[in-house]
Each structure stands twice: as structure tokens, then as C-alpha cells.
């Protein structure tokens, strides 16, 4: 496996784009498109809030089937809380995507982040979705890894090699306080061969180990998805969750979720939480995931005040076992991460989890989100 | 019931005061005394953190009896984390303030609040306790009502008579975000005559409608602690949970839990949630508090920003029961208090929380507490 540049059109069979289509008021890139010249096995993760955006009803249902062919996915608006118009919306933009790319509307995968409870300018999204289909290049990857941003200060891309596989990755996502409400995307291409069942699993048991250790289940975004196309173009055939190209897709989820911590909304800085020595691992990720979200502890990783106590207190407010006795902890903090280890010397269950430092630009931006 | 001015001594045969006894380096008061002239029934509710401050394990043991007759309480240091020295120094307070009182050791209950995982220096609170017993006073419960605080803005007292009883409570606390790790301390004196075990019930059920409607159970601090002292000098003898005395404790416990959460840390108003319409109390609970603990939630209120989005995904991430037919809420927004309703549309469970805005302020503060 070697990390090599370019974009989420690397893997062979894939072409993306990203324009700006008057979404968003700063004029910049807001709808992407990622598109396959095959139809791909698809599998995807959706958000467990029990308010869906309703790009993702309508996702989850296009991938019932295991197949998708393309990602249409706008930023600014969450077409989320817009009743029935908005489920409309969200169809109308498979089927254009579907029509202008000449394939099948339901392998058409639609995702929309940005502000809740607001009607989509339909209009606007129209002639988009015309743009963007004529943009699509192998050239097209960043434009696209833009387009998907809000919040974010930064474009997350990533691409493996394995063989003659490859798999690439893009992500939005800037909101890594819990709860977390801002929404996550990560987007994966391979031009692997994978069944589609095998690759939902791949994905789940990747996902497990990356996205959900940045932000706690309950506290999803209404919007939240990860999908990951395989085309099958390298003649490469995966067989297996422990196949080299699986932990390729687990390299690029975990490289994706670290940079959605990185970048979480106002951070100066990663913080890492290692933990070690407890009963199982369910209850190690509930340590870790603690530490990571404890406002009081990102503050104090803001100000570089390597204040024990907030360890202490967050572990101690979960209901894993611990063996005090035992207990050991470090903090290595430094001015772009923070790494913390924790021991709880009560088994061999371990977890990592990733967060960031609570700053005053967290709060900057979310007291006027929308203005 | 009246409400009326004075303070914590406002029962009968109460004195108190505060000092500073050299814990803070701000110079401010630091080390209170609250003393009953008789034996008192006495109740206490305690956190529930695993990691529990040394003065709350020896609290707890001396109130088994259901009698407590002093609470010497310090800020500016949690003996927290301190080991068996820290206990030792707990005990220490307890026998030098019964002997300086001249009465039995486990009838003082004693807290601390501060910083976590440092010495007590000990050599300061003997001086400090021989100072303070001296002090006592009836006019000296202003300064146990300020030496208790910490990264509070100001103090937070409440006496109110129902006939010829008075209760009387004062209140420290000040970090309101979940997890919420800044300590509560709350301490009520009434000269009400009232058994151990009917004051106990009646405290847990005023907590549980007040203090941790503030703050989720699993968040509190180390050395969370609420008291009652009941002297029995009124002769008013009160013999149920429904009596007016039992509801004077439970308004005590609400106005104290609702200022602690206006005065959060570096909050510039109070967040008032109501939920009805819910499966049940425990569920409505649940969402009221999810509402109160969102930072993105929080931020926005700063910001006068009122973005529904926050209140739908705070109410999407939790598992209770919601009619989304039927669903309503609305969000008053103002610049001193904010109160968020919000009807579930599935049953006739109802709750109410208080939180508060979370703005630059709340980080500047946690960003370098112990500085």
C-alpha cells in the first residue's frame, strides 16, 4: 500500500466535477458530481438521527439494490425539515443527474449538507446539475472535494495504491463537538471488484474504526453518509474483509476521519485519545470518546494547560471498569496535537478516538451559522 | 410561602461565616462554616463520578447517621486525586472544626471545590478553621455564601417562610456544558423538624426536579454535592413529602439550580427548555437535557441566531418516542433568557431543563483555568 497524490478520480473509470451553482452567498464551489463509466457496487452509512435529511431517504432507498453509478451532492443547503417539496427535490435531482449522464435514476446517490429547514432553490440546482455533468474530467477531483465543503477550512482527498487497485477518498465535515451536528460526507472510490454485500462490510467495520470514533452515535447530523463505489475496472477481485485493498479502505476512512477532527470547527489542533487496559474495547471507545468530547479538557488543550484533572473526570464519568490502582495516564500536548494515553488497567480491551481543541472560533462561527 | 431576603442563618439557631484562609490566589474568601446550635437531621445527594473528591467519601460516611450538626467547605482546591494523605487531610477537617465547635466529628460534613490533584495545604486550612469557627455569626452568611464559589460571578442565595419555618440554601457553581465538570455545592438549612429518612426522600426528589435537570447524572463532577440540615428549632414537625415545607426545599433547589445555570461559565443568559407531549417524564427528560447540553444549540443563542435546525437535531439524536406529525416547538430568543418549547406529540410526559448560552467567554476561562 503507498500513499500517492492526485484525487478521487484516480481509481481507473472515474471522472468528477464541482462548480458553483449559487448555493452558497460567498460565490464558492457548492455541487459536486462523481461519476463512474461503469455501474459500481455501492455500499453506504447513514446517519442514525431520527431527523433525515431527505437525500438520505432517498439514498438509502438507491442503495437497497447494492449498485450506484454516481454522487450528486450540493453544499449550502441540507435539504433537511422541508417536507414533501424537499423529498420531491431530492428525487428530482437523481432523475436530472440520471437523464443528463444517460443511466439509471436509481443508481443515482444524492447527498446535501448546510442549512436546515430551508426550502432548495430548485432553479438554481437545475442548472447546476446541466454544469456539472458537462464538467465532469479526470481533472474534475478537487473541484469536486471543494464543492462538498461548508465550515470546513480545508479539502480532505486521499489515494492508496494496492497492487493495481486503487482507492481514493474525499471528506467535508468541520463539527466535531458532541453533540456533533455538523454533517459528515466521505466520499470512497475503487476501481476494486467487490460483491456489494462484501463491501457494505468492509465499510461498516471501517466506518466503526474511523468515523464513528470521531463523534458518538447518538449525536449524528441529519445528513450524515459515507458511501464507497467499486467499478470492478482493475480486474481485481476482493474475497475478503482482511484483503489488502480492505484495509486500504479502512487507511483511507481513518486518514479522512483524522482530518475531519483536524480540521473541526474553530481547531488549532488534533487531539488524540489512546485507550488501553480496559474490560473490552466497547468500553475502552466509550473512555476514549469521552475524553475527546469533554468541552472543559478541549479548552484546556486550547490553552496548552495540561490540566490531569479533566482526564480524570472524564474518565470517571463513564461506567466503564476501572482499576484505579492501576490506572496510569499521559499527556503529550504540543501546539498541533495533542496525544493522550490512558490505562485503566482493568483488561485488555483497547480504542482510539480523535477530537479537537475547543476554541473561540467554534464559537464565532456558530453563534451566526447562517449569517 | 414568601420569598425573602437574608441568608443561610435566616432558620433558627443557624450562624455561619467565610473567610480567607490563603487558598486562592486572588486573595478572595475561601473557607465558609455553617453551624447549627442542636444536632440537626441531615440529608445529602452526592455525584456519581467514579473518581469521587476525598471530603465527599467522608461526607457520605458521616451522613449515614442522618445527623449533621456543621459543613466547613473550602473553594480553590478539590482534594481530589490527593490519595490517602488527601483523605487523611478530609478527616482532619472534620475533627479540627468538631473540636474547635466543641462537638462530635462525624456530625461535620465537609466539601471542597477546585483545582483536582493537588495537596490540600493544610498548614492554611487549620489557621482557617480556627479563624472561621471564631467568625460564626449571624450575620455571616454572606461570606459563607461567597467563599464557596469559585469561577462563579456572584453568589446565589434564596430564604423563603412557609408559616413559621424558614428555608434558607446557598449554591456554588458555575460550568453548566455537558460533560459538566464544574462542581455544584448547594447547602439548605431549614428549622423545620423533619425525620432523616422523609428529609432524605424529600431532598432526592427536589434534586431530581432541580440540580440534575442542570446537569446529565453520568456528567457530574468529583466533588458534586447537595446537603440539608434540618434543626427542628421552629417545632413545626413536617411528616410527608407533599407538605409545604417539602415544597419550600424543592423551590429552594429550582431557584438555586436555575441560577447556577444563568451564572455558567461565561454565559450571558439563561436557556429555560419545556418539553411535553413525550412517552413519559424519563423521556421528555431526556430531551430537554439533550436540548440544553447542544454547544451548536448554545452558540446560536449567543448569536441570537435562531436557527431551528440546532433544536430538530438535538431532538433527532436522542431515542425518544416523537409523532413527527404532530411535533411543534418554538424558541422564544431574548438577550437575558432564552425558553425553548417543544410538544413531542406522543404522550403526557413532561420536563423542563436549564442551561446556558456558550460563548468566548466559557473557552477563555476553560482555556487556562489554573493560571
Known amino acids: 500500500m503507498k500513499k500517492i497524490r492526485v484525487s478521487i478520480t484516480s481509481p481507473k473509470g472515474f471522472t468528477a466535477a464541482g462548480l458553483a451553482c449559487g448555493l452558497k452567498k460567498s460565490g464558492k464551489l457548492d455541487l459536486a458530481l462523481i461519476y463512474s463509466e ?5 455500499a453506504g452509512v447513514f446517519t442514525s ?13 438507491n442503495l437497497k439494490n447494492g449498485q450506484a453509478q454516481a454522487i450528486i451532492s450540493n453544499s449550502g443547503n441540507a435539504n433537511t425539515w422541508t417536507g414533501e417539496k424537499g423529498l420531491g427535490d431530492a428525487l ?11 443511466i439509471t435514476q436509481n443508481n443515482v446517490l444524492v447527498t ?9 432553490p430548485m432553479p438554481k440546482i437545475r442548472q447546476g446539475i446541466k454544469a456539472v455533468v458537462k464538467a465532469l474530467s479526470k481533472q474534475g477531483g478537487e473541484n469536486a472535494a471543494k464543492a462538498i465543503l461548508t465550515t470546513d477550512t480545508r479539502k480532505k482527498e486521499i489515494v492508496v495504491k ?12 468541520s463539527g466535531m463537538i458532541e453533540p456533533n451536528m455538523c454533517t459528515m460526507h466521505a466520499f470512497i472510490t475503487t476501481d476494486a471488484e467487490i460483491a456489494p454485500r ?3 462490510k468492509i465499510l461498516n467495520k471501517a466506518v466503526q474504526k474511523s468515523f464513528n470514533l470521531v463523534s458518538v452515535d447518538n449525536c449524528m447530523s441529519t445528513s450524515d453518509c459515507v458511501f464507497v463505489l467499486a467499478n470492478g475496472l482493475s480486474k481485481l477481485r476482493v474475497t ?8 486500504a479502505i479502512e487507511y483511507v476512512c481513518e486518514y479522512l476521519a483524522k482530518e475531519i477532527a483536524r480540521d473541526g470547527e474553530g481547531a488549532t489542533k488534533l487531539i488524540t485519545v489512546k485507550v488501553s487496559g480496559a474490560r473490552n474495547n466497547k468500553e475502552a ?7 475527546t468530547n469533554s468541552p472543559l479538557l478541549k479548552a484546556a488543550s486550547y490553552g496548552l494547560d495540561k490540566n490531569v484533572g479533566r482526564i480524570l473526570q472524564a474518565v470517571g464519568t463513564t461506567k466503564a471498569k476501572v482499576n484505579w490502582q492501576k490506572f496510569k495516564f499521559n499527556w503529550q500536548m504540543g501546539k498541533k496535537e495533542d496525544v493522550i494515553t490512558v490505562n485503566l488497567g482493568a483488561g485488555r480491551g483497547t480504542a482510539m478516538a480523535w477530537g479537537c481543541d475547543l476554541t473561540y472560533d467554534y464559537v464565532k462561527i456558530n453563534a451566526a451559522y447562517r449569517t
Chains 1, 2 share one sequence.
Not at 38 to 42: I, K, L, Q, R
Not at 112 to 120: L, R
Request: aromatic share 0%.
Open 38 to 42: 461503469v455501474p459500481c457496487a455501492a
Open 49 to 61: 438521527n431520527q431527523v433525515k435529511g431527505n437525500p438520505v431517504i432517498v439514498s438509502k432507498a
Open 92 to 102: 428530482e435531482m437523481t432523475k436530472l443527474t440520471a437523464d443528463a449522464l444517460g
Open 112 to 120: 446535501s449538507t448546510g442549512v436546515i429547514a430551508k426550502p432548495m
Open 162 to 173: 494496492v497492487g493495481k487497485v486503487t482507492v481514493a477518498g474525499i471528506a467535508k465535515g
Open 198 to 200: 462484501l463491501l457494505q
Open 240 to 247: 475478503s474483509c482482511e484483503s489488502r485493498v480492505a484495509q
Open 285 to 291: 471507545a466509550q473512555v476514549a470518546k469521552t475524553i
